[in-house]
């Protein structure tokens, strides 16, 4: 709402006194006036009207230097006055055109006539009152409507942006048909195009040139009570590379994950994007791209950035905010887990939520090709932040499994990168993080000879590059397991090591497969193959609301584990008969709340809960703290 006139000071003010936490402001209204109704008083306007003009009473002194106010507001705004310097006043409404436009609080056709007419919305709507199971069946089905998957990706976040519990309870109810939407593959492509087809900025921007502002920044945001953080620099985009700011798709939908999938309030999440430039010059000669138009920033001053930023984030939001760092590119990743665990709550959704959700799977698949984790080799196509941080959780649970030094589990595990196998004589050249997985070996340059020399039980692929199982080698993986196991894990479905159908007819029906973007079922012979999604999406949303629930300050491996077990627990005869190694995603809120409840009890046990006392049955109690998409009804 544009509020024009003089600028407003020491004006008295009629019929309204400064209001408290929760208390909301009645006007009176005169037909043509904008109504306001305030809720809090760090951000708040409070707003009186009569049939006279409009009185403001601007709360916050910062707003108070530079408000411009006062009319009775049903003047047009035409052509001509364009040029005129005015106020872009906002305040949280309730009624009216703005309580529609509003999509935490929108309902569409399904405000009752009594909430038509409390919120002045009588004549606003067509008199048709409908229920939200009748719009989610009309949405779902325009949504079908689209063949192409960006497109249902469009339509989906403009239902975010028009009315937030029907997009929630579309997710929640269609999860196994959207995820594939709001989430990998399509959402890659639509960070891939984002400057394109960008329409409403969602999530917060903070950029280099905004150093020493980043406080400032986020008082910005609306919501105040911030649970979870997904951030990202947008330099590793799934298996898509740099895509600079236009990452910020990803960060939106992981959260999107944390509130149908995990039950976290909306309000309580918010997106970031680290904007440092980006090193992708397609997106800098792009005439839409929509962030900084110069190369990353220097070590040091990306550091000094983040500094800032985690600072300012702990600032604003206290210790139990979850920071979770996703798709950074792995000389970042690695650094600033290392750096921050030990002063956040922080986590990386890459390195420990995959790590978690693959130790899950092989837990399942053991029940499906015999013997403990121990008796299994282990080979990675990718030595990154996915592999090496998979890599690790299994070797820490062999370690505790059967009691030998973690070095010593650690050396079931073979990791292959560009350069090929990582073995001891690469030792000086390595990255810190491939060092410990640096084995006695001859080198060997490829993958199909690396499987030829280590004989793995287990192939997982992290590399970010399609087609690279071949049909050698998944020949050569069937050619002394009768069940190979063969995880499929970069994402989108483009950069898939290799797809369902191939790994089910190169391996003659014999491989227990599961990808991190999904496939559908398969025929090979005559039989039906199911595969599972191998997803970090099974894990993050369980595990920070774990963290949440227990008021957990930081992150500890043994929690990672609880999580991965907690998953596996999920997975039933009838799953494995099938050959999923995953339980289906539309059991998901159930899921989350066992892994939520498992997380939180760890926390408790190594005295890292912070809310006392513990409750007695954690997944009720996780269950109970679930947000749900249902309306609300409203005075
Ligand atoms: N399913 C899931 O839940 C998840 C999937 N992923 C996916 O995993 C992939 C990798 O992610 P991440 O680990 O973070 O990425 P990183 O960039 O950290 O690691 C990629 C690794 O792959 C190696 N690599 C690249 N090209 C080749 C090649 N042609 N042959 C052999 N190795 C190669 C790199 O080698 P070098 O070090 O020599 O450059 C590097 O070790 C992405 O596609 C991502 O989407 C990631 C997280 C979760
Ligand atoms: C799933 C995920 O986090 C990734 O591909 O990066
Ligand atoms: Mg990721």
Known sequence: MFIKGTTFKN????????????????????????????HRPETSVGVSVDNGPMVVEVVDPKLKEHCTVVDSGFDDVYAEDAEEIVTPFSVSIASGCSLLRNPRHNKGLAFTEKERDAHYMRGLLPPVVIKQELQVKKTMNDIRQYDVPLHKYKAMMELQERNERLFYKLLVENVEELLPIVYTPTVGEACQKYGSIFKRSQGLFISIEDKGRILEILNNWPEKNIQVIVVTDGERILGLGDLGCQGMGIPVGKLSLYTALGGIRPSACLPITIDVGTNNDKLLNDEFYIGLRQKRA?????????????SAVKQNYGEKVIIQFEDFANHNAFDLLAKYSPTHLVFNDDIQGTAAVVLAGLISALKLVGGSLADHRFLFLGAGEAGTGIAELIALEISKQTHVPLEEARKKVWLVDSKGLIVKSRLNSLQQFKKPWAHEHQPVTDLLDAVKAIRPTVLVGSSGVGQTFTKEVVETMSSYNKKPVILALSNPTSQSECTAEQAYTWSQGCAIFASGSPFGPVEYNGKIYMSGQSNNAYIFPGFGLGLIISGATRVHDDMLLAASKALAAQVTQEHLEKGLIYPPFANIRKISACIAAKVAAKAYELDLASRLPQPENLVAYAESRMYSPNYQIYR
């Open 298 to 310: 220097n070590t040091q001053e990306y550091a000094e950035l983040m500094n800032e930023f985690m």
């Open 11 to 38: 004006k008295s003010l009629m019929g309204v006194s400064t209001m408290t936490q929760s208390q909301s402001l009645k006007v009176s209204i005169h037909p043509h006036t904008v109504v306001a109704m305030m």
